[in-house]
Nanobody, 122 residues
Framework: QVQLVESGGGLVQAGGSLRLSCAAS????????MGWFRQAPGKEREFVATMTWSGYSTVYGDSVKGRFTISRDKAKNTGYLQMDSLKPEDTAVYHC???????????????WGQGTQVTVSS
C-alpha cells in the first residue's frame, strides 16, 4: 500500500522559511509526479507546485512562484517543498500527492498524505 507522510510544518513569522518533507513508501516513484497542494479554512484546495519524479519538469502556482522550490531525493524516496519569504496568506494545511498523471488539478493524483499545518504570523 502506498503511503505519503508529510512533516516539517509549524509556526513561523512572516518573511521566514520552512521546509516540508514528503516521505513515500510502498513503492518507488520513478514514473510518478509529485505535487503539493494547500487548503486554508473555508477555501478550496489550491495547487502549489508539482514536479516529475525525474526532476526535469517543475510547475509552480502563481502565488508561490519565486518563493517556493520543489525538489526530491530519489535515494530517500522523499520529496520536499522549500518555502521562503513566507506570508500570512500562505497559512494552510499542506498536502503532498503522487500520481502518474501530472498536472495542477487535485484529481490527477492518486495518493495523498494527511497534511501538515503551516501557520505564518504577521
Amino acid at each position: 500500500q502506498v503511503q505519503l507522510v508529510e512533516s516539517g510544518g509549524g509556526l513561523v513569522q512572516a518573511g521566514g522559511s520552512l521546509r516540508l518533507s514528503c516521505a513515500a513508501s510502498g513503492r518507488t516513484f520513478s514514473s510518478y509526479c509529485m505535487g503539493w497542494f494547500r487548503q486554508a479554512p473555508g477555501k478550496e484546495r489550491e495547487f502549489v507546485a508539482t514536479m516529475t519524479w525525474s526532476g526535469y519538469s517543475t510547475v509552480y502556482g502563481d502565488s508561490v512562484k519565486g518563493r517556493f522550490t520543489i525538489s526530491r531525493d530519489k535515494a530517500k524516496n522523499t520529496g520536499y517543498l522549500q518555502m521562503d519569504s513566507l506570508k500570512p496568506e500562505d497559512t494552510a494545511v499542506y498536502h503532498c500527492a503522487a500520481g502518474t498523471r501530472c498536472g495542477t488539478l487535485p484529481e490527477r493524483y492518486d495518493y495523498w498524505g494527511q497534511g501538515t499545518q503551516v501557520t505564518v504570523s504577521s
